[in-house]
C-alpha cells in the first residue's frame, strides 16, 4: 500500500524593496533607510507534505491498516484514484488589504493563482489578511466544486453539487445524491503587517536589496476521506458483486475555507465501491468477500474535524448511513443499507468504516426488476440480522 505523506507549513516571505541605495559605514546607515510603497512578497512554497497516518491520529491512537481488509490494488488505483490524499502543487492565494485597521471587515480582494515554489507581488504598508486554497485541477476539466466568495468578501466557501444519481436510500431528507467533493486543503491568516521601518523584518537579500519578512501558515485538510468496506462472511458466491454505487449520508455539504468549519445542510455524498472475494481479515485469518470503497466527504456538519482532538467534542445530530447496491448469485440485486452513525461521529477526521455481514442470515431476494429491497442491518455479532424487505 502507498505511503501517506503529511501538510507541513507553507512558508511566506514578504521582501521590502528599497527605493534608495544603501550604504554601509560603522554598521550606520547612511543616508537612512526608506522603503518606497509597492512592496514585492515572494511566497516560497515547500514541498506539501501530507500523512494519513499523523492525520488519522485519534486520542487512543489509531492502526487503520489493520481495520483494513478491501486493500487498494492497481484497478482501484485507476478507477478511483489515490487511496490517500495527493500533494497539491498549484494554489489559490486571496489577499485582503484592511489598510490600517486590524480584523477590519474585507472590502477588496486581490486574486491569485501561485504555480510552482515561488510567487512575487506587490503590498502597500498596511494590514493584509491572506487565505490559501489548493486550486483545483480535474483530468477531465470537470470539477464537482462551486466557490461562493461574492456572497461576502470575509469568507469563500466550497460546496459539491447535486449529481444526476438518486439516493439509493430512500429516506426523505437525501432524496438526491451529491457529488463528492475534491481534495481541498486551506490556510487562512489576520492582520499580516507590511511595515515601513526595517528593524522589524527578518533578514536583508543583497542580491536583490530586499528587506525579507517571514510568516508561516499551516496547510490542513478540510475533506476528510472514508474507507469503506463491507465484508461478507459464509457468503459461498451467494453474493456476487455490486453494481459500483454507493453513498453516505448526513456529511456536510459545504465548508468555509478560511475557519475549515463544514456547513449546517447535510447530504447524502455519492462514491463507487468494488467488490473483491476472498481478502483476508489480519486479526483472525478469515477469508471473506469485501465490497470497498473511498468517499471524501466535508466531514460532519458544523464541525471543524482537523481542530477537533476528542471524539467526545463532536456536536453531530445527524444519522448516518451507508448504502450498498448487491448483486446475488440469482442474477437480482437488492439494496442494503447500514448505520454507520457511530462510526462516523468516532471517525470524526475520517478513516475505515467497517460492516460485518453474516450472508447465512440474508434472504436470497426473488423479485427482478432491480433494488428489490431496503435493508437496514445491524453490525455482525454472530446473531441473526433484522432485516425489512420492502
Known amino acids: 500500500m502507498k505511503k501517506f505523506t503529511?501538510?507541513?507549513?507553507?512558508?511566506?516571505?514578504?521582501?521590502?524593496?528599497?527605493?534608495?541605495?544603501?550604504?554601509?559605514?560603522?554598521?550606520?546607515?547612511?543616508?537612512?533607510?526608506?522603503l518606497h510603497r509597492g512592496l514585492h512578497m515572494r511566497?516560497?512554497?515547500?514541498?506539501?507534505?501530507?500523512?494519513?497516518?499523523?492525520?488519522?491520529?485519534?486520542?487512543?491512537?489509531?492502526?487503520?491498516?489493520?481495520?483494513?481488509?478491501?486493500?487498494?490494488?492497481?484497478?482501484?488505483?485507476?478507477?478511483?484514484?489515490?487511496?490517500?490524499?495527493?500533494?497539491?502543487?498549484?494554489?489559490?492565494?486571496?489577499?485582503?488589504?484592511?489598510?490600517?485597521?486590524?480584523?477590519?471587515?474585507?472590502?477588496?480582494?486581490?486574486?491569485?493563482?501561485?504555480?510552482?515554489r515561488q510567487f512575487i507581488t506587490e503590498y502597500d504598508f498596511g494590514y493584509y489578511d491572506m487565505l490559501v486554497y489548493n486550486h483545483i485541477i480535474t483530468p477531465d476539466n470537470i470539477q464537482s466544486l462551486w466557490f461562493d466568495e461574492e456572497t461576502t468578501l470575509d469568507s469563500v466557501m466550497a460546496?459539491?453539487?447535486?449529481?444526476?444519481?438518486?439516493?439509493?436510500?430512500?429516506?426523505?431528507?437525501?432524496?438526491?445524491?451529491?457529488?463528492?467533493?475534491?481534495?481541498?486543503?486551506?490556510?487562512?491568516?489576520?492582520?499580516?503587517?507590511?511595515?515601513?521601518?526595517?528593524?522589524?523584518?527578518?533578514?536583508?537579500?543583497?542580491?536583490?536589496?530586499?528587506y525579507i519578512k517571514y510568516m508561516n501558515m499551516t496547510l490542513t485538510p478540510v475533506t476528510y476521506i472514508y474507507l469503506t468496506q463491507v465484508r461478507l462472511h459464509h457468503n459461498n458466491g451467494r453474493i456476487a458483486g455490486v453494481d459500483g454505487n454507493a453513498n453516505l449520508s448526513g456529511m456536510a455539504k459545504g465548508v468555509t475555507l478560511n475557519s475549515g468549519l463544514a456547513n449546517k445542510e447535510a447530504v447524502a455524498v455519492y462514491y463507487n465501491v468494488r467488490f473483491k472475494q476472498d481478502c483476508v481479515i489480519k486479526q483472525t485469518g478469515e477469508h471473506v468477500d469485501v465490497a470497498g470503497g473511498r468517499c471524501l466527504t466535508f466531514g460532519i456538519t458544523n464541525q471543524n474535524s482537523s481542530r477537533t482532538s476528542r471524539a467526545e467534542d463532536v456536536q453531530d445530530n445527524k444519522r448516518h448511513y451507508m448504502d450498498v447496491n448487491f448483486q446475488f448469485s440469482n442474477g437480482n440485486d437488492s439494496t442494503f443499507v447500514f448505520d454507520v452513525t457511530d462510526q462516523v461521529r468516532k471517525r470524526y477526521k475520517g478513516g475505515v468504516i467497517t460492516i460485518d455481514l453474516d450472508v447465512d442470515t440474508i434472504k436470497i431476494p426473488s423479485r427482478t426488476g432491480g433494488s428489490g429491497f431496503d435493508a437496514v442491518v445491524k453490525p455482525f455479532d454472530e446473531e441473526t440480522h433484522e432485516i425489512e424487505f420492502k
Open 6 to 34: 503529511r501538510l507541513t507549513s507553507l512558508a511566506i516571505i514578504v521582501a521590502a524593496a528599497i527605493a534608495a541605495l544603501v550604504s554601509v559605514t560603522s554598521c550606520e546607515r547612511v543616508p537612512p533607510l526608506h
Open 43 to 116: 511566497i516560497p512554497l515547500p514541498l506539501v507534505q501530507l500523512n494519513l497516518h499523523l492525520f488519522w491520529s485519534y486520542e487512543l491512537g489509531y492502526d487503520w491498516e489493520s481495520e483494513w481488509t478491501y486493500g487498494w490494488d492497481e484497478v482501484d488505483q485507476d478507477l478511483f484514484g489515490n487511496i490517500g490524499y495527493t500533494e497539491p502543487n498549484v494554489f489559490d492565494l486571496r489577499r485582503y488589504y484592511t489598510g490600517m485597521l486590524t480584523n477590519a471587515l474585507h472590502t477588496t480582494k486581490d486574486e491569485f493563482i501561485v504555480n510552482g
Open 159 to 210: 460546496f459539491t453539487n447535486m449529481c444526476l444519481m438518486p439516493s439509493s436510500y430512500h429516506a426523505p431528507e437525501y432524496p438526491r445524491s451529491f457529488y463528492q467533493p475534491e481534495e481541498m486543503f486551506a490556510a487562512y491568516e489576520r492582520n499580516m503587517y507590511i511595515s515601513d521601518n526595517p528593524d522589524d523584518y527578518d533578514g536583508y537579500d543583497p542580491v536583490t536589496n530586499t
